[in-house]
C-alpha cells in the first residue's frame, strides 16, 4: 500500500494482558486518542526484523508527539518466552522503547486486525480511520511522509519539524533464509534424524550445503526450542553480513567461522536474540558453528530473513 486509503475504522486494541510504559499500566483506548494520529506498530522483541525497524519508530515518536502523534507498540508473541511480562519489560526497558506497549499475549488485537506480520504497521487518522498499512522491513520515507500528511490535515496550522531522514539497513541480496530451532519447523536440516523431545547425540556431516543447518553433539529437540546438552554444537552455512540466534540460560557460547574462533558470547538473563557474526561485507557461502553454552541454556531460533521481508505467523526463524 503506497498512499493513504480510506481502511475502515480501526479495530479496538482489546485483549491486553498488561500495558507498559502508561501509568499506573493503565490501558490506551483508541477512542480515548481522538483527534490523534495513531500508529499501531505490531511487533515482538526477539525478531530482528523487528529490532530493525524500531529506531525508525523511536525517531517518528520523538519527532512528532508535540505535533500530535501517538503510538502503540502492540507486543505479539511468538514463542512461549515472549508471553512474560518480564522479559517484555525487561527488553523494552533494554531498547529504549518509552511509548506504550501492549502484550497482546493472546493475539485478541493481533486477529482484530487480521495481521499476520512482524513487524506490521498500521496508521489511523485523527477521526480513527485506518489509512495505510505496511508490512516487513522498509518504506521508512513513505511511511513518515504519510505520517506528516496525516498530522497537516488533524491541524492544518502545526508546525512539523523537518524529517527524520532515517537510513535503511543495508541487507545483504540472496542472504541465508531465516529457521526454526523447532523439530517440526526447522529448515534446511541436515544430518541425523532428530529424536523428539529427548536427548540424542548427533554427529556433524561431513558437508553442509548452502543454507544448511546441522547438529553436532547432545540435543533435546523440542517444538519450542532445542536444549543443549554436553559438546553441542550447530553448524550453519550461511549467506550474510550477520548471523543471530535466541538464546536463553546461562553459560558461554564459542563463535568458529571456517575453523577460526572469532567471537565468545556470554549468556545469561533474559531469553534474547544475540549476535554470532556481523562482518562489513557478505562473502561467500561460510560455516558458522560452535559450541552451545556450557550450562545448558535452550537456543530458540533468531530472526532474520531474506531481504527485509516480513516474518509471518506460518514460517519464521534461525540465522543469517
Same mark, same amino acid.
Given at each position: 500500500? #503506497? &498512499?493513504?486509503?480510506?481502511?475502515?475504522? +480501526?479495530?479496538? *486494541?482489546?485483549? /491486553?494482558?498488561?500495558?507498559? %510504559? @502508561?501509568?499506573?499500566?493503565?490501558? *490506551?483506548?483508541?477512542? $480515548?486518542?481522538?483527534?490523534?494520529?495513531?500508529?499501531? #506498530?505490531? !511487533? @515482538?522483541?526477539?525478531? /530482528? %526484523?523487528?529490532?530493525? $525497524?524500531?529506531?525508525?519508530?523511536? +525517531? !517518528?515518536?520523538?519527532?512528532?508527539?508535540? $505535533?500530535?502523534?501517538? /503510538?502503540?507498540? *502492540?507486543? =505479539?508473541?511468538?514463542?512461549?518466552? &515472549?508471553? #512474560?511480562? +518480564?522479559?517484555? =519489560?525487561?527488553?523494552?526497558r533494554k531498547m529504549g522503547i518509552t511509548y506504550p506497549v501492549a502484550l497482546d499475549n493472546k493475539l485478541t488485537t493481533w486477529n482484530n486486525y487480521r495481521n499476520r506480520f512482524w513487524p506490521a504497521k498500521y496508521l489511523i487518522d485523527a477521526r480513527g480511520t485506518v489509512r495505510y498499512f505496511a508490512f516487513g522491513e522498509g518504506r521508512y520515507d513513505q511511511t513518515e511522509s504519510l505520517i506528516r500528511r496525516l498530522l497537516k490535515q488533524a491541524d492544518p496550522a502545526v508546525q512539523l519539524p523537518p524529517p527524520t531522514h532515517q537510513n535503511d539497513d543495508a541487507l545483504t541480496r540472496d542472504r541465508t533464509p531465516e529457521t526454526y530451532l523447532s523439530n517440526l519447523r526447522i529448515r534446511n536440516y541436515v544430518g541425523e534424524p532428530l529424536a523428539d523431545d529427548k536427548a540424542k547425540t548427533y554427529q556433524l556431516p561431513g558437508t553442509i550445503p548452502a543454507d544448511g543447518i546441522a547438529l553436532g553433539g547432545t540435543w533435546t529437540a523440542g517444538y519450542e526450542h532445542f536444549t543443549a546438552g554436553p559438546d553441542a554444537r550447530i553448524a550453519l552455512n550461511y549467506r550474510a553480513r550477520k548471523a543471530n540466534i535466541v538464546l536463553a540460560g546461562t553459560g558461554t557460547v564459542k563463535v568458529s567461522v571456517d575453523g577460526k574462533t572469532v567471537k565468545t558470547v556470554e549468556v545469561t538473563g533474559t531469553p534474547t536474540l544475540y549476535n554470532l557474526v556481523d562482518t562489513p561485507t557478505p562473502g561467500a557461502p561460510g560455516s558458522n558453528s560452535g559450541p552451545a553454552p556450557e550450562s545448558g541454556p535452550t537456543p530458540s531460533p533468531s530472526d532474520s530473513k531474506p531481504g527485509g521481508a516480513p516474518r509471518d505467523i506460518e514460517s519464521a526463524t534461525s540465522g543469517a
Open positions: 500500500m #503506497d &498512499e493513504l486509503r480510506s481502511c475502515g475504522p +480501526a479495530p479496538a *486494541v482489546a485483549g /491486553i494482558s498488561k500495558w507498559l %510504559n @502508561t501509568p499506573g499500566g493503565q490501558p *490506551v483506548t483508541l477512542k $480515548s486518542l481522538h483527534g490523534k494520529v495513531v500508529l499501531i #506498530d505490531f !511487533w @515482538t522483541y526477539s525478531c /530482528i %526484523n523487528c529490532q530493525r $525497524s524500531l529506531p525508525h519508530v523511536k +525517531a !517518528w515518536e520523538r519527532a512528532y508527539k508535540d $505535533s500530535g502523534l501517538r /503510538i502503540i507498540g *502492540v507486543h =505479539a508473541p511468538e514463542f512461549a518466552f &515472549e508471553k #512474560d511480562a +518480564a522479559n517484555v =519489560a525487561d527488553q523494552t
